[in-house]
């Protein structure tokens, strides 16, 4: 996924890293990665993915009605060192599955 034909966005403090898969039977297959590097302790690092993972869940409309029956491997990345508040992270993942959504109807459409 990183190394091939994938597109990347940033809304500091995630990175989201995507591509169209065509062999999945999943409409979207996520990944949530919080480096060891950022958080040394496993708490700090779960509840990241929490937030993550939860504003996904709440947003994930926003990518969903932009595929039109493609597939997509999507992975959200930590790139800070800060703990965020749940009001953050959202804003953030909303403000990427947008744009993930605006990119996917664009590259369809050319």
Not at 3 to 29: F, I, K, M
Not at 40 to 69: M, P
């Amino acid at each position: 996924m990183f190394a091939g034909n994938s597109c990347s966005l940033s809304a500091y403090p995630l990175r989201a890293v995507y591509r169209e898969n065509t062999e999945s039977t999943e409409q979207v297959q996520l990944l949530i990665s919080v480096s060891k590097r950022r958080f040394k302790h496993a708490v700090d690092r779960n509840r990241t993915k929490r937030l993550i993972r939860e504003a996904y869940r709440r947003n994930k409309h926003l990518l969903l009605s932009e595929l039109n029956g493609r597939h997509l491997d999507l992975a959200f990345l930590w790139i800070s060192d800060q703990l965020s508040d749940f009001a953050t992270v959202e804003s953030k993942v909303k403000n990427l599955l947008q744009r993930i959504g605006e990119n996917l109807s664009i590259m369809h459409n050319a």
